[in-house]
């Protein structure tokens, strides 16, 4: 039995007062169930690597009471080392995918076209040993980062060589804008959509994740056309990554929990109506009360289904009044006084300048992650 969750605080305008006014707590109908909860709780999701905090103008504080990334670091924990490198390949031992070890084999950006060419061509030569090779998809190249880490954000002490501080190409579409495929940035871990016709940096991955969730996304597309999948090599046909639960999501009185993740999601992250600047945020999840807290990014990334747009998520969803962007509990290591935020209309991950009131808050809590 899941708990329910029933808001108890007036509902007064947010600007002038303080959060444990308009925002008291939320109570558990059934307390003995939340530490149950809790304990079952099994991530099915990553850490983000972050193990610092710190304060809204970018300098670095004390993690305990922060409310954020650095001191609950939640997700699936990383083993250490986190690499095992072995000739020309490496194998991500929390993920189970292996990448090669120069992160630029191709030497040049290509279009996107153009890279999955260059990888049939790699196969066809046994590039590094292997013939099963294949352009990652949006959440396998993302499995890739740490978000503690800039310049590259690659975990510290990473055995790759030729990490070009760019653009890297997916195999996912952005079906928003089918002309465009994903991209993440290896400088400052940024993920984002170009144009297929524009030329980005190729890194191929071989194997299957038990951890890595898939995208969602089972169509292919020509350009901005959808097209047959079979031999395209795009995410659409091969799919890879943790297969989603069916149903999805499960609902209580106010919370929805992902069965993908075991994530205890708001249902209507709509009651808080404004945008608020990044301390704000926090302040809101504090006055929530445990277990409630602002997410981390990849959990906020965890939500997403790249075969939907405005919002990307799975078809069916049970949420209300959702908003376009959500902060993060995760600062940018690229520029501390930015922290990370999902713009759910589109599915990016980006971030925002902290003290601009521009975001919205989604709380959530741990859950058990079982069926």
């Given at each position: 039995?899941?708990?329910?969750?029933?808001?108890?605080?007036p509902?007064?305008?947010?600007?002038?007062n303080?959060?444990?006014?308009?925002?008291?707590?939320?109570?558990?109908?059934h307390?003995?169930?939340?530490?149950?909860?809790?304990s079952?709780?099994?991530?099915g999701?990553?850490?983000?690597?972050?193990?610092?905090?710190?304060?809204?103008?970018?300098?670095?504080?004390?993690?305990?009471?922060?409310?954020?990334?650095?001191?609950?670091?939640?997700?699936?924990?990383?083993?250490?080392?986190r690499?095992?490198?072995?000739?020309?390949?490496?194998?991500?031992?929390?993920t189970g995918?292996?990448?090669?070890?120069?992160?630029?084999?191709?030497?040049?950006?290509?279009s996107?076209?153009?890279?999955?060419?260059?990888v049939?061509?790699?196969?066809?030569?046994r590039?590094?040993?292997?013939?099963d090779?294949r352009?990652?998809n949006?959440?396998?190249?993302?499995?890739?980062?740490s978000?503690?880490?800039c310049?590259?954000?690659?975990?510290?002490g990473h055995?790759?060589v030729?990490?070009?501080?760019?653009?890297y190409?997916?195999?996912?579409?952005?079906?928003?804008?089918?002309?465009?495929?994903?991209?993440?940035n290896?400088?400052g871990?940024r993920?984002f959509?170009?144009g297929?016709d524009?030329?980005?940096?190729v890194?191929?991955?071989?194997?299957?994740?038990?951890?890595?969730?898939a995208?969602?996304?089972?169509?292919?597309?020509?350009?901005?056309?959808?097209?047959?999948c079979?031999g395209?090599?795009?995410?659409?046909?091969?799919?890879?990554?943790?297969p989603?639960p069916?149903?999805?999501?499960?609902?209580?009185?106010e919370?929805?929990?992902?069965?993908?993740?075991?994530?205890?999601?708001?249902?209507?992250?709509?009651?808080?109506?404004e945008?608020?600047?990044?301390?704000e945020?926090?302040?809101?999840?504090?006055?929530?009360?445990?277990?409630w807290?602002?997410?981390?990014?990849n959990?906020?990334?965890?939500?997403?289904?790249?075969?939907?747009a405005?919002?990307?998520?799975?078809?069916?969803?049970?949420?209300v009044?959702?908003?376009?962007?959500?902060?993060?509990?995760?600062?940018?290591a690229?520029?501390?006084?930015?922290?990370w935020?999902?713009y759910?209309?589109k599915?990016?991950?980006?971030?925002?300048?902290?003290?601009?009131?521009?975001?919205h808050?989604?709380?959530?809590?741990?859950?058990d992650?079982?069926?």
């Open positions: 039995m899941w708990p329910s969750w029933k808001y108890t605080g509902r007064k305008n947010f600007h002038g303080r959060y444990g006014s308009r925002f008291d707590r939320f109570e558990g109908n307390p003995g169930e939340v530490a149950k909860v809790r079952l709780a099994r991530p999701y990553l850490q983000t690597g972050q193990d610092r905090c710190y304060d809204e103008s970018g300098q670095e504080i004390a993690c305990p009471g922060s409310g954020q990334d650095g001191e609950y670091r939640r997700g699936v924990p990383w083993p250490e080392p690499f095992k490198a072995e000739g020309d390949v490496v194998e991500d031992r929390l995918l292996s990448w090669t070890r120069d992160a630029g084999p191709a030497e040049f950006p290509l996107w076209g153009e890279a999955f060419d260059w049939r061509d790699f196969n066809r030569r590039g590094s040993g292997y013939q090779w352009l990652p949006r959440r396998e190249l993302y499995s890739l980062l978000f503690q880490d310049r590259p954000a690659l975990p510290a055995p790759f030729n990490v070009f501080g760019g653009w190409w997916s195999s996912t579409t952005a079906v928003l804008h089918p002309a465009h495929a994903w991209y993440v290896l400088a871990a993920m959509y170009g297929k524009q030329s980005f940096m890194w191929p991955v071989r194997g299957r994740s038990r951890m890595v969730p995208t969602g996304q089972k169509r292919c597309y020509a350009e901005n056309k959808i097209m047959a079979a395209s090599g795009q995410d659409g046909e091969s799919r890879w990554g943790r989603w069916e149903p999805r999501f499960h609902v209580t009185n919370g929805v929990q992902d069965r993908l993740t075991g994530l205890v999601w708001q249902r209507d992250p709509g009651r808080f109506r945008a608020v600047r990044w301390r945020a926090l302040e809101i999840a504090r006055a929530a009360k445990d277990p807290r602002l997410p981390n990014i959990e906020l990334e965890s939500l997403v289904d790249c075969d939907a405005q919002p990307a998520l799975p078809a069916g969803h049970p949420f009044r959702l908003h376009d962007i959500y902060w993060s509990s995760t600062t940018s690229y520029e501390t006084d930015w922290a935020a999902l759910l209309d599915g990016a991950v980006g971030v925002g300048h902290k003290p601009f009131a521009r975001f808050v989604w709380l959530v809590c741990d859950g992650a079982s069926p």
